[in-house]
């Protein structure tokens, strides 16, 4: 039980010290029976590898694949050769140490095409620096790396070649629940078999060219033969290795149009282009007019060095990496074909099923990711909602009073008057408040007391008395009988109350009529300035 523990686990390679050389080498050849071939150290070709691509070249695929499953195989065997184990005895430790050091390690230096046999500069030390960010192996690469190389084990484990136990198993536990548990049935079933070293691969939102610079790129590009290219990716929304497929006779300028090999089906496909696109491409055939060979089977894209082949992928892929570099952008050749579909969708009227024909998309779902917001109109939008707000803040205006209303007067009816408490406020409510200052927190001018009347006198003779407040605003001031002192109403009294004391009926003795008096005194001058604010 134990040896099976430690099989299992095993002991984990020192990835730290281990150096992995660029050893073996996937060669492409003539032979349309075996397109590629794995080569060991020794030149020899892995048959392992090469019963695998036989599989899949019967199932329908192409070369373009056959040669990306040949690249991650010979990547998991270079790993083996440095660590000494053979292919068909690799354990679910090996798998784990390989992921790990796919995660940790990072691309190693590739040399030169010119210099295939030199060795290369760059050399892990016993203790590695972090791995840069863009020198680190995708998510997507090591996803697709651990399905290839569980495919491969898979298949010879069918085929009895290889170990009966998988190095690269599925993880069924990594859900916690039955597969399709809440599966709606409007919608199709979604594979969630996940391998147990897979990672996690963010969902992207298609990265598209800013039409400024995509101007500046495209003003950079030294051939007319470029220049064509670029304008029929971005008119077309064709994949890259879709455009070179094309032949002379599949071009049609006269209906804008030009046949391609649509990836996956490899049906021949008419899609429409620009007219600047066609312009340009007659300027390149004049370019090369008499040089290349002619023909309607003929490749449409040469190269422009002697001896002139055939345009492959690579070398377009690193003509757009050169343009990159002069420009400063860090743009792919694949974002040509995100930024027409962009284009496409946003068009009001181009329906989507149209952008979905165009682009070849075998569900409408896919198409429908080009209906998310580009990150610049995003930002452009954003940065415009934020510019429009400071602008209508600053042409914010306080609203004029009407005449008649002092700003004083409707700050403390409001309540704009009260600021944060402080401490010489708090100390303030503590002490004590006179009669000026009461009314002035009530909302009503300063009351001062009015001069007596004298002796023998009338009270309503004197200014400020309720006969000469009844008389200028009788609706302040309740007038009485003629003869009679007037009555103030009981909000005006109220606040007389503040600024003079209690205003009850409970006054009584000698003075009572005195302080009556004075009281009424008081709130005639107070109502009289109140309406003078009001009613100036």
């Not at 019963?51 to 070369?63: E, I, T, W, Y």
Request: charged content about 25%.
């Amino acid at each position: 039980m134990d040896e099976i523990k430690d099989e299992i686990r095993g002991c984990s390679t020192d990835l730290a010290t281990m150096v992995v050389p660029p050893v073996g080498r996937l060669v492409a050849t003539e032979d349309a029976w075996q397109p590629y071939r794995l080569l060991d150290p020794d030149g020899v070709a892995v048959e392992a590898v090469a019963a695998f691509l036989r599989d899949l070249q019967a199932a329908g695929r192409s070369p373009a694949t056959l040669r990306s499953y040949g690249m991650d195989l010979l990547r998991w065997f270079r790993f083996l050769w440095a660590a000494g184990v053979a292919w068909e005895r690799a354990t679910r430790a090996e798998a784990r140490d390989f992921c790990r050091w796919l995660q940790i390690a990072g691309k190693p230096a590739r040399p030169h095409w010119r210099r295939q046999g030199e060795t290369p500069t760059r050399s892990r030390a016993a203790t590695p620096a972090p791995v840069a960010a863009s020198n680190a192996y995708a998510a997507s690469v090591r996803a697709h790396s651990e399905t290839v190389l569980r495919c491969f084990y898979e298949f010879h484990r069918d085929a009895g070649s290889g170990p009966i136990l998988n190095p690269f198993p599925l993880e069924r536990s990594r859900r916690g629940r039955r597969a399709h548990a809440h599966h709606n049935p409007m919608e199709p079933h979604r594979n969630q078999r996940v391998g147990l070293y897979r990672p996690t691969v963010p969902h992207r939102i298609p990265r598209s060219i800013p039409d400024e610079q995509f101007n500046e790129l495209f003003a950079r590009l030294p051939s007319h033969r470029d220049r064509a290219l670029v304008a029929f990716y971005v008119s077309t929304g064709a994949r890259a290795a879709e455009l070179l497929s094309a032949t002379q006779g599949g071009v049609d300028p006269g209906r804008q149009l030009i046949m391609v090999v649509r990836k996956g089906t490899r049906q021949l496909q008419e899609l429409p282009a620009s007219t600047d696109a066609f312009v340009w491409l007659r300027l390149y055939q004049l370019e090369l007019d008499g040089v290349i060979p002619t023909g309607r089977r003929q490749p449409l894209w040469w190269t422009l060095r002697r001896p002139h082949r055939p345009l492959t992928y690579h070398a377009v892929h690193r003509m757009f990496e050169r343009v990159n570099q002069r420009v400063g952008t860090d743009v792919t050749l694949h974002s040509l074909r995100h930024t027409a579909a962009y284009r496409m969708a946003e068009d009001p009227a181009l329906p989507l099923t149209d952008v979905q024909f165009v682009l070849g998309h075998a569900q409408l779902s896919t198409t429908q990711l080009y209906l998310t917001p580009r990150k610049e109109e995003v930002i452009r939008r954003l940065l415009a909602h934020h510019a429009e707000q400071t602008r209508q803040a600053r042409q914010r205006v306080v609203p004029v009073l009407a005449p008649g209303y002092h700003p004083e007067t409707l700050a403390v009816l409001l309540g704009l008057a009260r600021g944060p408490v402080t401490r010489d406020r708090r100390a303030d409510r503590r002490a004590p408040r006179s009669r000026p200052e009461q009314a002035r927190d009530a909302g009503v001018a300063e009351v001062r007391p009015a001069r007596t009347a004298p002796r023998g006198g009338v009270a309503g003779d004197l200014p400020g008395s309720p006969a000469d407040l009844g008389a200028t605003d009788p609706a302040a001031v309740r007038a009485g009988q003629p003869g009679q002192p007037g009555r103030a109403p009981a909000r005006t009294r109220a606040a007389a109350g503040l600024a003079g004391g209690p205003a009850g009926p409970h006054l009584a003795g000698p003075l009572a009529g005195q302080r009556r008096r004075r009281r009424r005194q008081r709130v005639a001058a107070a109502a009289r300035r109140l309406a003078a604010r009001a009613w100036p």
